[in-house]
């Protein structure tokens, strides 16, 4: 499915529901936009939020003709404890068939990842990444660096604190934004500046998403009023790959 996710280009949802895991979840877009896909009577989403697998899905991207990045489980966490490994390997399957893709996937679930690829090989044309939206997450950076994979990236999105120091080593592609919506909480610019060095530092991609809710300035207004310029510039690179 076409997507407004700027850093992708379609989502493929072979799961959708998810559990909160940690303060990132609080304000959690996909929970909410299942209430209202169910609330329309989507079939798919029947269940809201609770976690279920889709077989009907599991070959959609092999459909899809134009090369794209897609992100996988937009609206839920691949590695859900809920999510048997059984049905992560078809997922794995229809990837493998999919060459003329890239699928990028996104955890909080990043000693599950690594548990899952312990025994099996993560294909080329996937880019795996871990979730850190606060200083006390970033032992899952150091999961994802033990996992071998062409990339490995960072959402630190939404942003809920400065990160400080981080070792970025073998970390090909850094995403930041801030949160949105009624409930959302305010980023700083300073923790945004520091992440953006730091990346330059390890030569890591560097895609700042946007602002969200509260802007550069700690107004709250509109996320398209606060924008996603930074220092006055669009910062979105993508990985070398």
């Known amino acids: 499915m076409k997507t407004k996710i700027e850093w992708t280009d379609q989502t493929w949802n072979p799961v959708t529901g998810c559990d909160r895991m940690s303060e990132g979840c609080a304000n959690c877009y996909a929970a909410m936009m299942s209430r209202r896909l169910q609330s329309m009577g989507l079939e798919k989403y029947k269940n809201g939020f609770s976690v279920a697998l889709h077989e009907e899905s599991l070959e959609e991207p092999l459909h899809w003709k134009s090369p794209s990045n897609i992100f996988v489980c937009s609206m839920s966490d691949l590695f859900n404890e809920k999510v048997p490994f059984a ?104 923790w945004v500046e520091s992440i953006q060095k730091q990346a330059a530092r390890y030569k890591s991609a560097f895609f700042f998403k ?10 709250k ?14 910062c979105q690179a993508m990985p070398d790959v």
């Not at 207004?221 to 669009?234: F, P, Q, T, V």
């Open 87 to 190: 049905f992560v390997d078809k997922v794995f399957n229809t990837i493998r068939n999919a060459e003329n893709h890239r699928f990028q996937i996104l955890t909080k679930r990043a000693e599950r990842m690594e548990r899952y690829f312990v025994t099996r090989k993560v294909p080329d044309n996937v880019w795996i990444g871990v979730t850190v939206e606060s200083a006390a997450r970033k032992e899952r950076i150091d999961v994802l660096r033990r996992i071998k994979a062409r990339v490995r990236f960072l959402s630190c999105e939404p942003l809920l604190s400065d990160l400080g120091r981080l070792n970025l080593k073998d970390i090909h592609w850094v995403i930041v934004g801030g949160e949105s919506g009624p409930k959302a909480r305010p980023m700083q610019k300073a």
């Open 210 to 219: 946007q602002w969200g809710a509260w802007g550069f300035d700690g107004v």
């Open 221 to 234: 207004r509109s996320k398209a009023a606060n924008g996603k310029l930074l220092n006055g510039k669009i």
